[in-house]
Each structure stands twice: as C-alpha cells, then as structure tokens.
C-alpha cells in the first residue's frame, strides 16, 4: 500500500477517542440486529444492494462524529457526504455485507475507519451477530475481542488453506490456488481474516475506500500487505473522492503476496 508523502499528524490526534468509536460501533450494531431478518433490500445505482438500515446506521453514525469531531470530513457509502480538503477523513460503511445481511447470512459488520491525511490508523470493525469486534488504535497492536492479534508469517500454504474471494469470483478470475476458496460476504471481513491468520490472503474486487479502510489499518499493522492484482502499489489517495478503486486487490502476509499474484488472473 502506497501512502501518500509528508504523513504528519492530523491534530489534535489525544482528542480522538477509540472508546467512543467501538461504542458507536456497537450501538449500530443494535440497529442493524434489528432489522435483521425483517429485511427488505432495494436497488441503488450499479445494481447494488441498499436496506433501510444500511441508510439509519450511516445517519446514526455520521450524525456523532460530526458531533465529536466537528472538523473531520466523512466519506459514506450511502450519503455521499463532501470530504474536500479535510485531513482526517471517517470512511464509514454502516454494513459491509449488505447482500449477506440482506440474505440471513451471518457475515456482515459495520465498518468505522479513519484515514490521517490519506493513511487509514485506525478503526473499528464490528460483527454483530458472531460478537467479534475487530479495533486498532494510532498506535500499539490491533484487537480481535480484546486479544492481540499476532505478527502474520508463514512463506506456503498447503490445500487446507483459505483465500477469501468475491462472490462473483468465478465469473472474473482465473484462479489456480491449490488450496480453498470461500466468498465470506463482506469485504472488510475477507481483509480482517488475513489479518487474524486464518485466510492465507483475499482477493478484493474494486473496492471503495469505505469497504476497506479500517481492515488495511488492522493488516497493516499486523504486518500484512496489500497491492493491486498488477502488482502496482495501491494508492489510496485516488480514492479519497468515493470513486472504486481501478483494479482488483490482493491483501496477504509479505511472504505470500508475489507468490499468491501468480496464482490469479483476471479474465
């Protein structure tokens, strides 16, 4: 991942408190329960999936930060809200796994993620239904549950191991891993599972800068990696306006990342 130059601070950075955001976390996390099974998804533009709790938690969400942070900019997948010129951005996706929310499935979770002048630090990653809240601070390691997440390492994999892949992975990739595939539902999860050791790596297609932010903060801190299927850097400067990024992605432990790249290939 390429950060952009001169990566000072965003200040006042005591001020931003990682309590607050797993409290916000939570808290969506009841709404979302809520409404979960009652669900009645409609389509946005692109064909995507939206749910009226996906638009309740954003406005929830983006409604205290603006209260707590007044001079940060917020960047939502629903709202669209102006981001020009702000140092600290919130990348906000209120469900990351809509069509799995919207579906039954357990894999989904809201996405709080802040970006310092261009490079995600920290966040919160909460999956309400299987209790696992995933957080990281500016500094220090990053949490699954309370529990430290450990340094990735590993330099093979066998044909038990996991690479997490879209749902729609079988119409777009050429993929020749020898291990297992699986289409968790949510971005930030296939991310978040790399970054907890369990999947060797995750193959990301196009995303938004919300679907990402707090993941890359908790993998880039446990030491893990992530670049465009090209091998290109992925710059998330580029994505600071809301646009999806311009190629697929790879998210993997160093020693894994070059030899994953030649085990897929877009059709």
């Keep these: 991942m390429k950060i952009p130059s001169g990566m000072a601070t965003c200040e006042p950075m005591a001020e931003v408190s990682l309590s607050l955001v797993k409290e916000l976390?939570?808290?969506?996390?009841?709404?979302?329960?809520?409404?979960?099974?009652?669900?009645?998804p409609s389509l946005k533009p692109g064909d995507e999936l939206v749910t009226r709790a996906d638009r309740e938690i954003e406005a929830f969400l983006v409604s205290r930060l603006r209260e707590a942070y007044p001079e940060h900019g917020i960047l939502g997948e629903e709202l669209g809200i102006s981001v020009e010129g702000?140092?600290?951005?919130?990348?906000?996706?209120?469900?990351?796994?809509?069509?799995?929310?919207?579906?039954?499935?357990?894999?989904?979770?809201?996405?709080?993620?802040?970006?310092?002048?261009g490079r995600p630090t920290r966040g919160v990653f909460y999956m309400p239904l299987l209790r696992e809240c995933y957080y990281v601070d500016a500094q220090g390691e990053a949490f699954w549950n309370d529990r430290p997440l450990a340094?990735?390492?590993?330099?093979?994999?066998?044909?038990?191991?996991?690479?997490?892949?879209?749902?729609?992975?079988?119409?777009?990739?050429?993929?020749?891993f020898s291990?297992?595939?699986?289409?968790?539902?949510?971005?930030?999860?296939?991310?978040?599972?790399?970054?907890?050791?369990?999947?060797?790596?995750?193959?990301?297609?196009?995303?938004?800068?919300?679907?990402?932010?707090?993941?890359?903060?908790?993998?880039?801190?446990?030491?893990?990696?992530?670049?465009?299927?090209?091998?290109?850097?992925?710059?998330?400067?580029?994505?600071?306006?809301?646009?999806?990024?311009?190629?697929?992605?790879?998210?993997?432990?160093?020693?894994l990342l070059q030899?994953?790249?030649?085990?897929?290939k877009v059709r």
């Design 179 to 255: 291990g297992v595939t699986r289409a968790m539902g949510s971005t930030a999860a296939n991310i978040i599972y790399v970054a907890r050791g369990t999947a060797v790596g995750a193959l990301i297609g196009r995303p938004h800068l919300w679907d990402i932010a707090v993941a890359l903060a908790i993998l880039e801190r446990v030491g893990g990696l992530v670049c465009y299927l090209s091998g290109k850097p992925v710059e998330l400067s580029l994505l600071l306006d809301g646009r999806k990024a311009p190629e697929p992605m790879l998210a993997a432990p160093p020693d």
């Design 151 to 176: 340094r990735l390492s590993g330099d093979s994999w066998n044909v038990n191991a996991l690479l997490c892949v879209p749902s729609d992975a079988h119409r777009r990739y050429d993929i020749r």
């Design 86 to 117: 702000k140092e600290c951005l919130w990348a906000l996706d209120p469900i990351d796994g809509t069509r799995a929310f919207a579906s039954g499935l357990p894999v989904w979770g809201i996405s709080i993620g802040l970006l310092e002048r």
């Design 25 to 40: 976390a939570l808290q969506a996390g009841e709404i979302a329960l809520a409404r979960f099974l009652h669900v009645q």
């Design 259 to 264: 030899p994953l790249l030649k085990e897929i």
